[in-house]
């Protein structure tokens, strides 16, 4: 029996130096998951798109609404066979198409903009995929956004142009980035020989608090320069110590504001590349609800417990608190 599992993600949504999801999640940021007429289409057979995405509350009638988007993800392509074998003729030429639908279930956390993923067939979109297509409608949205603005002044007689609303109204920029694991660290950097380089790539956060990351007086030199994302390397051609280099990748991941790639070669001599999503956090899920709300009951409770157990590191719930009330009369 297919085993399913869940993954975690950090949702880094800005809009310029000063707004975050919040601050256009109900004019832009749940549109541009909510209308089904979205599409991004990937060469002419392949199509993405959210199905069916409503905003819920976790909370369970708790004092502070836990407000998410929790819906599919599908990819909607045409898969096309060549050839097929036969014992008696062997390779046969036969050209067939069928339609397929691989899809993910994700539950957006507004409250902390974490993603929970959970691929519901195989070959499911990944998150590079889910990352690409959710840029995409926040654009889209974003301009349709700036034009329905431009109306509303247009009509009431203000002297305004597009290019003054689109500087008043930064265009969206998103980083998803795989949450990792100390164990799936250390597991896969071990199997390294000789580890010869390692990429950080630091990328502006939401409104996380850093502090005590091993990187943060990078972050705040990058910050003062008022950069979207900063690369920092460290490379050794002999190797560099695998034992610190795991310390070093699991601090510097473990906020999810981090993308590391390592690169060097396994106890073969084989080149052996990593990234986050090499050695992101998976949790099991059993006895999937057939129900989309107990779905997203479900996978809310597992996150909750990797929380609690600090698989799972996230901003508490509670800092946006007064921007999440604000949505509620949205449900």
Request: with cysteine; proline share 4%.
């Amino acid at each position: 029996m297919r085993q399913h599992s869940a993954t975690f993600a950090n949702f880094i949504c800005r809009f310029g130096d000063d707004k975050v999801l919040l601050d256009y999640a109900e004019d832009i940021v749940i549109p541009a998951f909510t209308r089904d007429t979205y599409v991004r289409s990937y060469g002419q057979r392949t199509h993405y798109h959210f199905y069916q995405v409503k905003l819920v509350d976790l909370s369970g009638g708790g004092e502070l609404p836990v407000l998410a988007l929790a819906g599919q993800f599908i990819k909607d392509t045409e898969l096309t066979r060549h050839q097929i074998f036969d014992a008696k003729q062997g390779l046969i030429k036969d050209e067939q198409r069928m339609r397929s639908a691989p899809s993910v279930f994700f539950v957006l956390l507004l409250n902390n903009h974490r993603l929970i993923y959970f691929p519901e067939t195989p070959h499911a979109p990944d998150l590079n995929a889910f990352k690409a297509t959710a840029e995409q409608f926040l654009r889209r949205r974003h301009k349709e956004y700036v034009n329905e603005l431009y109306q509303a002044l247009k009509a009431e007689g203000e002297k305004v142009t597009k290019k003054v609303l689109f500087e008043a109204h930064p265009a969206p920029t998103l980083e998803v980035i795989a949450l990792t694991g100390a164990d799936n660290i250390a597991d896969f950097v071990r199997r390294y020989a000789v580890l010869r380089r390692i990429d950080f790539r630091l990328v502006r956060p939401n409104d996380d608090i850093d502090a005590g990351e091993i990187l943060d007086q990078v972050r705040e030199f990058s910050r003062r320069l008022n950069a979207d994302h900063t690369n920092l390397s460290t490379a050794n051609s002999e190797g560099l110590d695998i034992e610190a280099s795991i310390e070093a990748v699991t601090a510097a991941t473990k906020t999810g504001n981090q993308e590391v790639k390592l690169t060097g070669l396994d106890e073969d001599g084989n080149h052996l590349t990593g990234n986050n999503d090499k050695f992101q956090i998976a949790a099991p899920v059993e006895n999937i609800p057939p129900t989309r709300t107990g779905l997203t009951q479900r996978l809310y409770e597992i996150y909750e417990t990797m929380m609690q157990t600090g698989a799972i590191r996230a901003p508490a719930m509670d800092r946006t608190a007064e921007k999440i009330r604000q949505l509620v009369r949205l449900l």
